[in-house]
């Protein structure tokens, strides 16, 4: 079973930068795309960003030049680096990974910005 575990949310102010991790119980290598979604109350779950296991990377309109994601292979381990945050990212964030079989979810991780 392969697990994704989120980490790096909380409570901070606008302007605030965070940083996310989403740690694999495998090779990350091995997923051939990782993303990174968020899900705020009464809101579907959306795409924040993505890299392929061929580095191409993908980000939301509403996020670009302020977050970065990348990756450590030799963590396994995704990152999601948030800058120049703002109330409206405030949702519950999600780590998704892509195998060939099946797709795995994280459980999330609350990231709340507000002054």
């Known amino acids: 079973q392969v697990q994704l575990v989120e980490s790096g949310g909380g409570l901070v102010q606008p302007g605030g930068s965070l940083r996310l991790s989403c740690a694999a119980s495998r090779s990350i290598s091995s997923f051939y795309h990782m993303g990174w979604y968020r899900q705020a109350p009464g809101n579907q779950r959306l795409l924040v960003a993505s890299?392929?296991?061929?580095?191409?990377?993908n980000y939301a309109d509403s996020v670009k030049d302020r977050f970065t994601i990348s990756r450590d292979n030799g963590k396994n381990t995704v990152y999601l680096q948030m800058n120049s945050l703002k109330p409206e990212d405030t949702a519950v964030y999600y780590c998704?990974?892509?195998?060939?079989?099946?797709?795995?979810w994280g459980q999330g991780t609350q990231v709340t910005v507000s002054s």
């Open positions: 890299i392929s296991s061929s580095g191409m990377i």
């Open positions: 998704k990974g892509d195998l060939i079989t099946r797709t795995y």
